[in-house]
């Protein structure tokens, strides 16, 4: 091969405990053996416990066209899924070259380690070393075939120790830090006897290990705890964890160097299996010599203390977006970075990626590009010119999304071992992404109503919808990651003993309430403008000069019919005028009035138990007058001088009060009529549109 071999690497993520240390290991084997390095960081398959399963999105845009080889941390991914479905997936990417790490895929050459030996020098410790008889274990998921293979080897050293195995003492965990927290204290709480309990990794067993720092517990007075994988924080913790250590450097390399033999073309082994090793700690009773403060790396250190992302990118701008995140680029010392659109505008995480993308911005070797008309091909990543020839690079793909809607993805080359700050400037582009087109939708929106200059009451109609937005998204949006990753920072910062860990959870409770909340209301403003788009694209169709009332008529049965609460009504249509007369104009755009008028009508029968309407067609002199009537209780006082200018609805959360508001916009602008109401004390309201001839 000509060039540096594009290598693509396959991971859930990559700041977290061990995946932190797999990261920056299989980053520096890329820099030692000079070929270029492209993560996607899309979390665990098919995760659907939490949003984080829309990440998944971003394995979509590995391809063959940039890819030489594809290098798959296959044990991080599928703790959700079975072998047999993930063998299925990535039949996607078939034509790249690929290595598997934690996992044999069949077909696909595999680095695996020790697992069985590992854990079994571990366990023989506790038992001949120890003198532990009641040994528990704490399981990992049961998809992963290296968790399955520890607890194998747990059960082989009771049996070979004539050790009677207890399921009672075998409990189910999933890697995560909580479920070690939740057996610690569930076996606590239920007086169960064990001398000791085995983690399949290191995050549960240090989630025990807080439990009982939380209760102020000495875990020699209950039961010792060991882990598997000789994560970053085993050594930091106290006390420190005595655990299975993987060679993590050896598996890098070892990954690179037998992908690019198979890239070349060179017969490789199907299984590749690297030895692990016990280290022993002061976790499971013997005493230790670890050197904390040596052990602890610049891993979790920002690059810039004071520097808060989430303060320093809020706008709803895209060009003041592309100013700031520039001068944030410069002080958290990132090379490059890059924000690509998909060009059919937004998608979902199960559509087909677009074949093609938009470059809204590049921040290249540490200066902002000029752009103009950057289309290329998605999968390419970003454009040729953008792909460093003269150096081995590091780059990272994550997606952008707002819920469930992907506008595209960033792309960020690494080149240090700061890994906190990508997923921070990732959740704050995507954010302002959402709101930026958003507001562009509603500039779109005035673009068109001016163009149809009859629709006089623009200004007041997006005052009003921008009066009831601004001041929640501005507030809400740029908060959401920030709380969300303030969220992980105090679960990570428990170590810190001035500061209980019940009071860190606390903490975190009430983020997490706080951020549903901000959620809740950012849902509510998207639906806003959602049902602005469709009831404006309604009322914006022009494809006739003129209707009749007997076609309006007609277009009125058809929508109660059409209509579940309109089908539960009595509506009752009078004609006091020429049927065949002609009202200029478009007749949805009138439906559409009417349709949210008797909709409203429906509504306040319901609330006083009754199901009538009267629709009434009258011609007065010059005009139409169409009433329609309801029995209902009536406007309140304190809204009805708003009901055309402002958001305003009494039917509940879920409504949003835009319907009245486009109608009247919609009589005085496209119809050059009038809209206006009278209430009766005793008999509902009545909404009359006034038609001129």
Same mark, same amino acid.
């Given at each position: 091969?000509?060039?540096?071999?594009?290598?693509?690497?396959?991971?859930?993520?990559?700041?977290?405990?061990?995946?932190?240390?797999?990261?920056?290991?299989?980053?520096?084997?890329?820099?030692?053996?000079?070929?270029?390095?492209?993560?996607?960081?899309?979390?665990?398959?098919?995760?659907?416990?939490?949003?984080?399963?829309?990440?998944?999105?971003?394995?979509?845009?590995?391809?063959?066209?940039?890819?030489?080889?594809?290098?798959?941390?296959?044990?991080?991914?599928?703790?959700?899924?079975?072998?047999?479905?993930?063998?299925?997936?990535?039949?996607?990417?078939?034509?790249?070259?690929?290595?598997?790490?934690?996992?044999?895929?069949?077909?696909?050459?595999?680095?695996?380690?020790?697992?069985?030996?590992?854990?079994?020098?571990?366990?023989?410790?506790?038992?001949?070393?120890?003198?532990?008889?009641?040994?528990?274990?704490?399981?990992?998921?049961?998809?992963?075939?290296?968790?399955?293979?520890?607890?194998?080897?747990?059960?082989?050293?009771?049996?070979?120790?004539?050790?009677?195995?207890?399921?009672?003492?075998?409990?189910?965990?999933?890697?995560?830090?909580?479920?070690?927290?939740?057996?610690?204290?569930?076996?606590?709480?239920?007086?169960?006897?064990?001398?000791?309990?085995?983690?399949?990794?290191?995050?549960?067993?240090?989630?025990?290990?807080?439990?009982?720092?939380?209760?102020?517990?000495?875990?020699?007075?209950?039961?010792?705890?060991?882990?598997?994988?000789?994560?970053?924080?085993?050594?930091?913790?106290?006390?420190?964890?005595?655990?299975?250590?993987?060679?993590?450097?050896?598996?890098?390399?070892?990954?690179?160097?037998?992908?690019?033999?198979?890239?070349?073309?060179?017969?490789?082994?199907?299984?590749?299996?690297?030895?692990?090793?016990?280290?022993?700690?002061?976790?499971?009773?013997?005493?230790?010599?670890?050197?904390?403060?040596?052990?602890?790396?610049?891993?979790?250190?920002?690059?810039?203390?004071?520097?808060?992302?989430?303060?320093?990118?809020?706008?709803?701008?895209?060009?003041? &977006?592309?100013?700031?995140?520039?001068?944030?680029?410069?002080?958290?010392?990132?090379?490059?970075?890059?924000?690509?659109?998909?060009?059919?505008?937004?998608?979902?995480?199960?559509?087909?990626?677009?074949? /093609?993308?938009?470059?809204?911005?590049?921040?290249?070797?540490?200066?902002?590009?000029?752009?103009?008309?950057?289309? /290329?091909?998605?999968?390419?990543?970003?454009?040729?010119?953008?792909?460093?020839?003269?150096?081995?690079?590091?780059?990272?793909?994550?997606?952008?999304?707002?819920?469930?809607?992907?506008?595209?993805?960033?792309?960020?080359?690494?080149?240090?071992?700061?890994?906190?700050?990508?997923? &921070?400037?990732?959740?704050?582009?995507?954010?302002?992404?959402?709101?930026?087109?958003?507001?562009?939708?509603?500039?779109?929106?005035?673009?068109? &109503?001016?163009?149809?200059?009859?629709?006089?009451?623009?200004?007041?109609?997006?005052?009003?919808?921008?009066?009831?937005?601004?001041?929640?998204?501005?507030?809400?949006?740029?908060?959401?990651?920030?709380?969300?990753?303030?969220?992980?920072?105090?679960?990570?910062?428990?170590?810190?003993?001035?500061?209980?860990?019940?009071?860190?959870?606390?903490?975190?409770?009430?983020?997490?309430?706080?951020?549903?909340?901000?959620?809740?209301?950012?849902?509510?403003?998207?639906?806003?403008?959602?049902?602005?788009?469709?009831?404006?694209?309604?009322?914006?169709?022009?494809?006739?000069?003129?209707?009749?009332?007997?076609?309006?008529?007609?277009?009125?049965?058809?929508?109660?019919?059409?209509?579940?609460?309109?089908?539960?009504?009595?509506?009752?249509?009078?004609?006091?005028?020429?049927?065949?007369?002609?009202?200029?104009?478009?007749?949805?755009?009138?439906?559409?009035?009417?349709?949210?008028?008797?909709?409203?009508?429906?509504?306040?029968?319901?609330?006083?138990?009754?199901?009538?309407?009267?629709?009434?067609?009258?011609?007065?002199?010059?005009?139409?007058?169409?009433?329609?009537?309801?029995?209902?209780?009536?406007?309140?006082?304190?809204?009805?001088?708003?009901?055309?200018?402002?958001?305003?609805?009494?039917?509940?959360?879920?409504?949003?009060?835009?319907?009245?508001? &486009?109608?009247?916009?919609?009589?005085?602008?496209?119809?050059?009529?009038?809209?206006?109401?009278?209430?009766?004390?005793?008999?509902?309201?009545?909404?009359?549109?006034?038609? /001129?001839?």
């Amino acid at each position: 091969m000509g060039r540096r071999p594009n290598i693509g690497f396959f991971v859930n993520e990559i700041d977290g405990d061990f995946q932190t240390l797999f990261w920056t290991s299989i980053r520096k084997a890329a820099e030692k053996l000079d070929v270029n390095l492209i993560t996607y960081e899309g979390r665990i398959l098919f995760n659907t416990d939490n949003i984080s399963g829309e990440h998944n999105i971003v394995y979509k845009l590995a391809d063959a066209a940039r890819l030489d080889g594809l290098i798959i941390a296959t044990g991080t991914l599928i703790n959700k899924v079975s072998m047999d479905c993930f063998i299925d997936y990535i039949k996607e990417f078939q034509g790249i070259p690929k290595v598997s790490i934690y996992e044999n895929i069949p077909g696909v050459p595999s680095i695996l380690v020790d697992n069985k030996k590992g854990m079994k020098s571990l366990v023989d410790h506790l038992v001949n070393y120890h003198k532990f008889r009641k040994i528990g274990f704490l399981k990992g998921p049961l998809s992963n075939d290296e968790a399955n293979v520890r607890f194998s080897a747990y059960i082989s050293v009771l049996e070979e120790n004539k050790i009677e195995v207890d399921d009672k003492i075998i409990f189910s965990g999933n890697f995560q830090s909580e479920t070690g927290w939740e057996t610690a204290e569930y076996i606590i709480k239920n007086n169960i006897k064990i001398d000791a309990l085995v983690c399949a990794n290191d995050e549960m067993a240090i989630g025990a290990i807080k439990y009982f720092r939380s209760m102020n517990l000495d875990y020699k007075d209950n039961f010792v705890v060991c882990g598997f994988d000789n994560a970053h924080n085993s050594a930091i913790i106290t006390p420190s964890l005595t655990t299975v250590s993987q060679p993590m450097d050896m598996i890098s390399e070892k990954a690179i160097e037998l992908l690019i033999e198979e890239i070349n073309g060179t017969e490789v082994s199907d299984v590749i299996k690297l030895p692990t090793s016990m280290v022993v700690r002061e976790s499971c009773g013997c005493s230790s010599n670890t050197n904390r403060s040596s052990t602890f790396s610049d891993f979790y250190i920002r690059a810039i203390s004071n520097f808060k992302i989430h303060e320093n990118l809020q706008t709803y701008s895209l060009e003041t &977006l592309y100013d700031l995140l520039t001068t944030a680029l410069k002080k958290l010392n990132i090379k490059s970075c890059f924000i690509i659109k998909y060009q059919e505008g937004p998608i979902n995480l199960n559509s087909t990626i677009p074949d /093609f993308s938009e470059l809204m911005y590049a921040y290249y070797d540490n200066e902002r590009q000029v752009l103009q008309d950057m289309l /290329f091909k998605t999968k390419m990543l970003v454009p040729d010119n953008f792909i460093p020839n003269n150096r081995q690079f590091t780059y990272l793909v994550k997606p952008l999304f707002f819920n469930s809607e992907h506008f595209g993805f960033v792309c960020f080359e690494v080149d240090s071992d700061d890994v906190i700050n990508f997923e &921070l400037l990732r959740g704050q582009i995507s954010n302002t992404l959402k709101g930026a087109l958003m507001l562009l939708e509603k500039e779109r929106m005035s673009e068109q &109503l001016s163009e149809q200059e009859r629709m006089s009451t623009l200004g007041q109609l997006l005052i009003s919808i921008a009066n009831n937005i601004k001041s929640h998204i501005m507030t809400i949006a740029g908060s959401t990651v920030a709380l969300d990753s303030l969220v992980e920072e105090y679960e990570k910062s428990i170590d810190d003993k001035s500061v209980t860990m019940e009071d860190h959870h606390d903490i975190a409770k009430d983020m997490g309430s706080w951020i549903e909340r901000i959620d809740s209301t950012l849902r509510y403003m998207t639906n806003v403008l959602d049902q602005i788009n469709d009831q404006y694209a309604k009322f914006t169709t022009k494809n006739m000069d003129s209707f009749s009332i007997s076609d309006l008529i007609e277009g009125i049965k058809n929508h109660i019919r059409k209509s579940e609460i309109l089908s539960t009504q009595k509506i009752n249509i009078k004609i006091e005028t020429n049927p065949e007369l002609r009202i200029a104009g478009e007749v949805i755009n009138l439906l559409q009035v009417i349709d949210n008028i008797l909709i409203n009508a429906a509504h306040a029968n319901k609330e006083n138990d009754s199901d009538m309407i009267e629709i009434r067609f009258e011609q007065l002199k010059g005009c139409i007058l169409i009433s329609v009537k309801d029995y209902g209780t009536g406007i309140p006082e304190g809204i009805r001088s708003s009901i055309f200018k402002k958001m305003v609805t009494t039917r509940g959360k879920n409504a949003t009060g835009i319907g009245l508001m &486009l109608s009247y916009s919609t009589i005085k602008g496209r119809f050059g009529g009038d809209l206006y109401f009278n209430i009766d004390d005793t008999a509902g309201t009545t909404f009359y549109i006034k038609l /001129f001839l």
